[in-house]
């Protein structure tokens, strides 16, 4: 089945420092990756996407490439800063399932100054 | 373009009691699935529904039910609430062949 595995937080940085959030996926077709954030009180936001194998997404500094022979979308950010201090999720949409998305448990991420 | 919209924003019912919650999609989407998210967890989906008819559904039970209408909004209807119940729920549109889904804010539910 498919299911998105993320590394546990919370995770707490301070002011540019580098950042990386591991999601490992297990899907039965090829599937779309996305990570999306949530802010304190909000919905989710989509922050990247990658749709196939090698597809780099990049956004506001963050970026994950889709490895397909490690099952990995990893996201990374060289310098945090005290507004990215959210909650992160990596999620995953598999043709053979239609539209459903598979999340991860999220990752919290706390920038101190 | 007017994003995703939720209503109401929060909401208090007790145990037993019954609940619809509202979804306005973005423009141009005809695409509409529901999440719940428990606290501390990740979304979890309910279902989906494509030009108002019910296109896929997760492991919730049939008291879980839900409607989309010719304009594409939705709602999602919860019979004989339980305690486990209380969650955030989210609604997301997409356009159906494209794959990226944009999430409202949210109607948080508790249940007493």
């Known amino acids: 089945g498919n299911s998105v595995t993320q590394m546990e937080g919370p995770v707490t940085l301070s002011e540019e420092a580098f950042l990386t959030i591991n999601c490992t996926y297990t899907a039965t077709g090829y599937p779309s990756l996305f990570w999306y954030v949530q802010y304190p009180g909000e919905g989710l936001q989509l922050l990247l996407k990658a749709t196939k194998a090698d597809d780099k997404g990049s956004n506001k500094g963050f970026e994950a490439t889709y490895r397909k022979e490690t099952t990995s979308f990893h996201l990374e950010k060289g310098s945090v800063q005290v507004s990215d201090s959210a909650v992160y999720f990596c999620?995953?949409?598999?043709?053979?399932?239609?539209?459903?998305?598979?999340f991860g448990t999220g990752t919290s991420l706390t920038v101190i100054p | 373009e007017t994003g995703v919209t939720q209503s109401p924003t929060h909401l208090i019912k007790t145990r037993g009691q019954q609940v619809t919650l509202r979804c306005s999609s973005q423009?141009?989407?005809?695409?509409v699935s529901w999440y719940q998210q428990a606290l501390g967890q990740g979304p979890q989906f309910i279902f989906q529904y494509y030009r108002e008819e019910e296109n896929g559904r997760g492991n919730f039970p049939p008291r879980f039910s839900g409607l989309q209408f010719p304009n594409y909004s939705s709602e999602l209807n919860v019979n004989a609430l339980e305690l486990d119940d209380s969650a955030l729920y989210l609604c997301?549109?997409?356009?159906?062949?494209?794959?990226?889904?944009?999430f409202g804010p949210g109607t948080r539910l508790l249940v007493l």
């Open positions: 999620a995953l949409s598999d043709k053979p399932t239609g539209n459903q998305f598979y």
């Open positions: 997301a549109s997409s356009v159906a062949a494209e794959k990226t889904q944009y």
């Open positions: 423009s141009g989407h005809n695409t």
